[in-house]
DNA sequence: CCTTGTCCCGACCGATCGTTCGGTTACTCT
DNA sequence: AGAGTAACCGAACGATCGGTCGGGACAAGG
């Protein structure tokens, strides 16, 4: 037992069930009154844990971001073929959006409404861009169709894998993280059709 | 000028200005304020129009949704190889998604908080199931691979085809519809892989 | 001229928004 | 037992929410 000492709320456990909410009824939709009904003690009470409604956003997307960014840093994303580097990314991504589901969620679904949001997107288009450059690179380096555009071609793949937070549910007996990276790889890079 | 007579707003003129800011800010995110400020009108002077915010949100996705589901009457989906009719849904989903771009945009991001929303997400469950089908059928032929769900190909490639609506702009010198479709069609048969 | 109906407005409604505040409970440490 | 403090609460804040209301401006038709 390293953590149970209080059966209270703490800002990480609360930030759990508010990303829940967030994503149940979106961002905008949720009130501190449901936050509060659904952490089951009282709307001002949250106030003693955070500072407030879009702290809880920050700290979500945080996390998400945190996530997504690591991956870049990992060696196999950094060293090696520009093809192969690029299939690690996007089984890691994979990976890490079914780890942090509910927080890329998050991450996923921010509109640019407030300072918070409109730094979430532009760290977003960061990590976009440093992905475009491994498939550019991948396309010089010939393992990859030269005739689809590259900016076009990232924006689908990313499209295809932001896309598993919209349907993803790890109850019991669904699908296994293995399972759709797998799909995912084979979909992105061979596609639909039937191959040898 | 069949249509030109008064400068004044219509429930469909006033509807394409409230999407476009419904986009922008979430719908959640948008109060009637903000849409008065978007039209250039008084709060109350957009009752007179529309019966209320969430009616303006029914006509959008309806309008969304009677554009896709015209596809699957189309002859091209309905008759002919499935592998082949999946090919012309694909390419016409693309277009339907870049002609209605504001209207499906909105659908695709709908969460269920309201009737209305929730209505929207069973039709395009309705929707999902049907191009779902047709997929499977392009299984049992032989034509498109098989050691991938049908379920789980289904939801990628609906992914990385929604996924249009999170960044194209039909600004001027963007890329023309086409060029899109043939992206989509290339890599979802095909993939990102160099082929003969 | 006057009526009729469309289109629009400012003022206002009760409800709810995110947040603050003063105070109470309950646990920890000495 | 008593002090200190972390966790919590109900009540209330000003602002804003979606929506209502009575009436004014204006054009068309007589």
């Known amino acids: 037992m390293t953590t149970a000492k209080r059966d209270t709320y703490t800002p990480e456990t609360l930030l759990s069930v508010a990303v829940q909410v967030f994503n149940e009824r ?13 952490a089951g003690i009282s709307k001002s009470s949250i106030y003693h844990h955070v500072a407030g409604k879009e702290e809880l956003l920050r700290r979500a997307v945080s996390r998400a971001l945190d996530g997504l960014f ?3 840093d990992e060696e196999h994303a950094r060293v090696g073929h520009a093809a192969e580097r690029l299939e690690y990314v996007v089984r890691r991504m994979v990976e890490v959006l079914i780890g942090e589901l ?4 998050l991450l996923l679904r921010v509109r640019g409404n407030t300072g918070t949001e409109r730094w979430a997107l532009e ?12 498939l550019k690179a991948a396309v010089a380096d010939g393992d990859v169709r030269g005739d689809v555009e590259v900016r ?3 924006r689908l ?11 993803y549910r790890p ?3 669904g699908m296994s993280e293995r399972e759709v990276g797998d799909a995912v790889v084979q979909l992105v890079f061979s596609g639909l059709r039937k191959e040898a």
């Not at 509910?102 to 969620?105: G, K, N, R």
């Not at 760290?123 to 491994?134: N, P, S």
């Open 152 to 154: 076009l071609a990232t």
């Open 123 to 134: 760290r977003r288009r960061d990590f976009d861009h440093q992905v475009a450059e491994l």
């Open 102 to 105: 509910p927080y890329v969620t």
């Open 26 to 38: 979106g961002y905008d939709g949720t009130s501190m009154e449901h936050l509060s009904k659904a």
């Open 157 to 167: 793949v990313f499209g295809m894998i932001n896309s598993i937070v919209e349907w």
């Open 171 to 173: 109850d019991g007996r």
């Open 70 to 72: 690591g991956i870049l």
